[in-house]
C-alpha cells in the first residue's frame, strides 16, 4: 500500500475494483469484454484527481493455495506475484499519482482487506464514495455491500455511489439476472445507482 500523508483532507474517494490482468485479458477469469469500461474509468479517475478526491485501486491477489479457489470451483486466478494480479495497463499510470492508493484483497470484498479497513477508518472526513470496476455481481457487490455496513455501524453518513456505465462482469449475458440481482439489493442498502 502506497503511504499517504494525511488521510483527513479527502472528503471523497473513487473506488476502483479489480480492474486486473486476470479479469480482462488473461486467465480462468478474463473476459476482454469487460474492457468496455475502462474508458469510462479513465474518465471517472481524472475528474476525482482533479477534485481532490483520493482514488483506491482493489487488486485481487490471492496466496497459491488460497480458500477461495476451493470455494468457486477450483478457478485459480490472480496469484501474487504473476501479471494476473497485475493492474490493467491503460491504468497504471494512475496509480503511482500522489492522491492515489493501490490494495490487495485476497477474498471478494474488499471490506474483509486489512489495510483497506486500515485507510477507510483514517479517513475520518470522508462523505462520498463512488465504486466502479468488476465485477458487479461479485466483487463490487461484496466490498460495497460490507462498506454500508461498516458506515452504517459506526454512524458515519457517507453516500455511496456506483456507476453502472464503469462496472462489468464476466460472462455478463448469462449471469444478467446476477447482477440484476446484485443492483437491487445495493440500492436496497442505500447504495445510489448512477448511469450517465
Known amino acids: 500500500m502506497n503511504k499517504i500523508n494525511n488521510l ?5 474517494c473513487l473506488i476502483v475494483v479489480d480492474m486486473v490482468n486476470g479479469f480482462v485479458k488473461e ?3 478474463s473476459d476482454n469484454n469487460i474492457a468496455r469500461i475502462i474508458p469510462r474509468q479513465i474518465k471517472l479517475i481524472k475528474e476525482n484527481q482533479e477534485t481532490g478526491g483520493l482514488t483506491i485501486f482493489i487488486k485481487d491477489t490471492h496466496d497459491i493455495n488460497a480458500t477461495e479457489f476451493k470455494r468457486f470451483g477450483n478457478t485459480k486466478h490472480c496469484v501474487r506475484g504473476t501479471s494476473e494480479a497485475e493492474l490493467l495497463d491503460e491504468l497504471k499510470s494512475f496509480e503511482l499519482k500522489d492522491n ?8 471478494t470484498s474488499f471490506m474483509e482487506s486489512p ?3 486500515k485507510l ?29 455496513n461498516y458506515f452504517n455501524e459506526w454512524n458515519k453518513d457517507v453516500d455511496i455511489k456506483i456507476d453502472k456505465s464503469a462496472v462489468a462482469t464476466y460472462d455478463e449475458v448469462n449471469r444478467q439476472n446476477f447482477v440484476d440481482a446484485a443492483y437491487i439489493l445495493m440500492e436496497q442498502q442505500g447504495i ?3 448511469k450517465k
Open 192 to 194: 445510489q445507482l448512477i
Open 8 to 12: 483527513k483532507v479527502y472528503k471523497k
Open 100 to 107: 492515489t492508493v493501490s490494495i490487495e484483497k485476497n477474498s
Open 120 to 148: 477507510i477508518n483514517e479517513l475520518k472526513n470522508l462523505k462520498e464514495v463512488l465504486v466502479v470496476g468488476c465485477c458487479t455481481d461479485i466483487c463490487v457487490f461484496n466490498g460495497t455491500m460490507g462498506l454500508a
Open 27 to 29: 486467465g480462468i477469469l
Open 115 to 117: 489495510n483497506f479497513r
